[in-house]
């Protein structure tokens, strides 16, 4: 059996390894750094190592270091395999451009927003989202799964399967398929049959019972109540596009009744939006009751009128998305609108939308 210290060991050897700036392969996830993303990187990175070639595979961590602690689920599963922040490779540990030599796998987006003058390092994208049609020349597994981990657990199991044997390996991809298809809800619009099929083949690698195992996820992501609201937007976030405006997504798991009504709500929003040079923030809320999702809100937030007015009638015309207007606070009513939405319109879908605003 694969020992849970081989993925470790691979973590600490890829760090060394990028100091010899020899034929090094970044392994890359998408700016928000959810459990999802966390997960392919580290695990399609130990992967690749594994088999025979000359290049040095490294998850990279497309977050700063300290904002590890915000990542709740994954900071949970990593504890338990004693994977600490130092183990792992993060966006501030080093200078991708002043590198010789290296190549770009993305995993769990298909468009490089946040590395710069890199469209000709990407030679591999696996991804489950819309696909915007950057870095043309790179070999895609692109599919509309639930999940990521669902499509990096489909390569290890028609390639090498007993890779399953490592329990980080096992553990973190089921994490990663169950976190984001709510514990394999079929009524969510996200589940597929891939995920389920790939969830019982890992399930069988482990000890693990699947609804005590996402009752554990659900409560290591509880610790989000104590975080500040500024945390909150800045936990699961994504930008749209650096064109005019600028817009960016905060998803947050929180009843949206109760985080708006915070105090700060509106001066976070301000904050927020100033430390990344939005023009507009969009955010997506998703509230669920015993494991099951009740109902989506969105959040149009902006303090220039004409911005929001045109990413608000941009949305409206979008009849997938089934908006239905909600009643603002007295304080926000001047720079947002408020609408609930249907249920299956997870960001996934929304994001690919609102790249067509900058065509028109």
Request: with cysteine; charged share 20%; hydrophobic share 40%.
């Amino acid at each position: 059996m694969l020992q849970p210290s081989g993925f470790l060991d691979f973590l600490k050897s890829s760090k060394l390894n990028i100091s010899k700036d020899a034929n090094l392969h970044f392994v890359v996830g998408n700016e928000s750094a959810d459990l999802d993303s966390i997960v392919c990187s580290l695990v399609y990175a130990y992967y690749m190592s594994s088999n025979p070639n000359e290049e040095s595979f490294v998850a990279l961590l497309p977050m700063y270091r300290e904002d590890f602690e915000l990542c709740f689920e994954a900071s949970a599963l990593c504890k338990k395999f004693d994977i600490t922040t130092e183990n792992m490779v993060f966006i501030d540990d080093i200078c991708i451009n002043s590198l010789n030599n290296f190549k770009l796998t993305l995993v769990d987006h298909n468009y490089e927003t946040l590395l710069q003058n890199i469209e000709n390092k990407v030679v591999d994208i696996i991804d489950h989202h819309h696909d915007a049609l950057h870095h043309i020349n790179a070999k895609r597994n692109i599919k509309m799964v639930g999940s990521c981990c669902t499509l990096i657990a489909e390569i290890i199991y028609y390639n090498k399967r007993e890779f399953f044997e490592s329990k980080p390996v096992s553990e973190f991809l089921l994490a990663g398929i169950l976190n984001d298809t709510v514990n394999l809800d079929l009524h969510n619009g996200r589940t597929t049959e891939l995920d389920v099929f790939m969830s019982e083949v890992l399930l069988g690698y482990t000890e693990l019972d699947k609804d005590d195992y996402f009752l554990l996820l659900k409560t290591a992501q509880s610790e989000m109540f104590k975080m500040s609201t500024r945390g909150i937007l800045r936990k699961d976030y994504k930008l749209v596009s650096n064109a005019e405006p600028q817009i960016g997504i905060s998803s947050i798991m929180l009843q949206s009744e109760t985080f708006i009504s915070r105090t700060d709500f509106y001066a976070s929003c301000i904050d927020f939006m100033t430390i990344k040079s939005l023009d507009v923030i969009i955010i997506m809320f998703l509230h669920c009751e015993n494991n099951v999702a009740i109902n989506r809100d969105i959040l149009v937030f902006s303090l220039n009128g004409d911005h929001l007015n045109k990413v608000t009638s941009y949305l409206q015309t979008q009849t997938n998305l089934e908006l239905v207007y909600k009643e603002l606070p007295a304080n926000l009513k001047q720079n947002a609108s408020y609408f609930s939405h249907n249920i299956n319109c997870s960001r996934k879908i929304v994001l690919p939308l609102l790249y067509d605003i900058f065509k028109k």
